[in-house]
């Protein structure tokens, strides 16, 4: 009887554990980046055409990301890179995903606000990222995956952090 009682409490405790998990705890925020059904985005911050360009082949470079094709217009420019096939995270693991693959989109767009200066070569920044896994049968988009999260962060800081140091020194000369 006090077996039975200690096991139904144990299971309680787990199963309470597991709906936080699945739950709240799974809830991502949106700084510096956000998670949702479409995709993960970030704000990068400002930077000059040039830099833009270089930081961004630099840095995705360094995480092994090889850009697809390059759009520069004049008004904004965009980097795509190719789908990188990766390792999945634990959490795809655990949901059943056998494989999965990643691509970031690096956009930015004129800055034109009405509280700083109009520059010709100056861009607001951000980056997107498409997720696939493979399910057994299909490609699926994914983005439950604290882990991804917290990898294409660091990709994120880094851009973030050399766009603001190309800036700094850019404005010192």
Not at 83 to 94: A, C, D, F, N, Y
Not at 97 to 112: H, V, Y
Request: hydrophobic share 35%.
């Amino acid at each position: 009887m006090l077996l039975r009682l200690k096991i139904k409490i144990v299971g309680a405790i787990f199963v309470s554990i597991l709906s936080l998990f699945f739950s709240g705890c799974y809830t991502q925020t949106s700084i510096p980046g956000e998670i949702n059904r479409l995709s993960y985005r970030s704000h990068l911050g400002k930077a000059t055409s040039f830099g833009f360009q270089e930081i961004s082949r630099q840095t995705l470079s360094k995480y092994g990301y090889t850009i697809d094709r390059y759009d520069n217009r004049s008004s904004y420019l965009t980097i795509e890179t190719i789908w990188k096939l990766r390792q999945p995270t634990t959490s795809e693991i655990v949901n059943g995903f056998t494989d999965s693959k990643t691509q970031i989109i690096i956009s930015a767009n004129l800055e034109r606000s009405a509280t700083s200066k109009f520059t010709a070569d100056l861009f607001n920044c951000s980056m997107e990222i498409k997720n696939m896994v493979f399910n057994g049968s299909h490609w699926v988009e994914y983005y439950n995956s604290p882990e991804l999260k917290s990898s294409i962060d660091k990709i994120a800081k880094d851009l973030k952090d050399e766009y603001l140091l190309n800036m700094k020194i850019n404005n010192t000369k």
